[in-house]
């Protein structure tokens, strides 16, 4: 029966969130191990996660937090071999506007997770708040400033569109 | 959300396609099943989850306990296949853990040869051949395991038709690649019949010599 609601659970859910953790890593492959790891986490603490408010939210912030530790392990080896090489793996036929997603990820860290629960999970401000362990109107906040800088950049693609 | 900012969340919506994973549900149970397990064994065993050496001891249902977990590779080239015979991840900490159905681990060799290689393991395998290069160290112990070979390649029964390999493509050491030979039918006497290989540390870019001479009874 767990085996059966865990299934269900992964297949209402799974492309949610590998889009969720998409927009934030901009990478199909990595995204997809993220998703893969966050969901087997899931599975192996499912009593906790079946009744936490918002399980998909939970995957995505446990798929996050793994690509947190990977960069900075990555930031440190990097250092240690004194070369910076950032791969673009990016599918190119998953996202569509590379350039928009290129400035989401540009945000800072809570402003861009903000974008992600709310915009691309469809998770309420409660439920965000609750993921991210912060204030109700903190995400209000952190959603207005990110949203007010990508309107910006959308009006200056617009802008340069019309010139050229 | 006002809707003053509807064009960018369209522009946001619209940014990312539609995307579904590649593993299954079942594959993502079975991984966690397995870390349950391994979990559940390494808290039986106090802690105390080391890893018994493999060569033909799992042939045998030789002793074995719970590997040591290791968080999955997220770095970019990591592999993680999982099929329905077995899976092939590489670990944050550089090792290659390997799951194999018995069976599969002596009659599918060319997959698993292709998947270590893909996960970065130096590996050449081969059938009723036993191969060493100039001045490699050609003795065996008696499970036939080669000098070093301990360091590189860990394993154990993990059930009645599963065996857990965990190999550390680092300890490899430089000029070396693992050996694996599997003895064929006619060389199974030294097994008492049953499937069975050896593993040696072999030099790289040397041509191998070969013998299909079996290797001593093993105990």
């Known amino acids: 029966v767990e085996q059966l609601e865990f299934g269900e659970f992964y297949r209402s859910g799974q492309a949610a969130c590998l889009r969720a953790v998409l927009a934030s890593v901009g990478d199909r492959q990595l995204a997809e191990d993220l998703v893969a790891e966050a969901f087997a986490r899931a599975w192996m603490s499912w009593a906790k996660v079946r009744g936490h408010p918002a399980p998909y939210g939970w995957v995505v912030r446990t798929a996050l937090n793994v690509r947190t530790s990977w960069w900075r392990r990555r930031r440190r080896e990097t250092v240690l071999d004194g070369a910076l090489e950032v791969q673009d793996t990016t599918a190119g036929d998953t996202v569509l506007d590379p350039v928009l997603l290129a400035a989401l990820r540009r945000l800072p860290r809570r402003q861009r997770e903000v974008v992600v629960f709310r915009v691309f999970l469809d998770l309420d401000t409660r439920a965000t708040a609750k993921v991210l362990g912060i204030a109700e109107g903190t995400v209000a906040v952190h959603l207005a400033r990110a949203l007010a800088t990508l309107r910006q950049h959308l009006v200056a693609r617009r802008v340069l569109e019309v010139e050229s | ?219």
């Not at chain 2, 590649?22 to 065993?45: F, Q, Y």
């Not at chain 2, 670990?91 to 998947?115: C, M, P, S």
């Open chain 2, 1 to 219: 959300m006002s809707e003053n900012n509807a064009d960018v969340l369209e522009a946001l919506q619209g940014s990312v396609g539609e995307v579904s994973m590649h593993a299954t549900a079942d594959e993502i149970v079975a991984v966690g099943r397995s870390r349950r397990r391994r979990r559940s064994l390494a808290g039986v065993a106090g802690g105390a989850a080391g890893v018994t050496a493999l060569a033909l001891a799992m042939a045998y249902g030789g002793a074995s306990s719970a590997p040591p977990d290791a968080a999955d590779s997220a770095t970019l080239g990591a592999v993680h296949i999982h099929e329905v015979g077995y899976t092939v991840d590489t670990k944050a900490d550089g090792t290659i853990h390997v799951t194999w159905d018995k069976q599969r681990y002596f009659q599918d060799r060319a997959a698993l040869e292709a998947a270590l290689r893909q996960a970065g393991m130096p590996v050449v395998m081969r059938v009723g051949e036993f191969c060493v290069g100039p001045g490699d160290d050609a003795t065996l112990d008696p499970s036939g395991v080669g000098p070093g070979v301990d360091k590189v390649m860990k394993g154990e029964s993990t059930g009645p038709d599963k065996v857990t390999f965990v190999f550390t493509p680092s300890a490899v050491p430089a000029g070396k690649q693992l050996f694996i030979g599997y003895l064929n039918s006619a060389q199974l006497a030294v097994t008492q019949g049953r499937p069975g290989s050896v593993e040696r540390l072999v030099s790289t870019g040397v041509t191998l010599t070969c013998t299909t001479t079996a290797p001593p009874a093993h105990k």
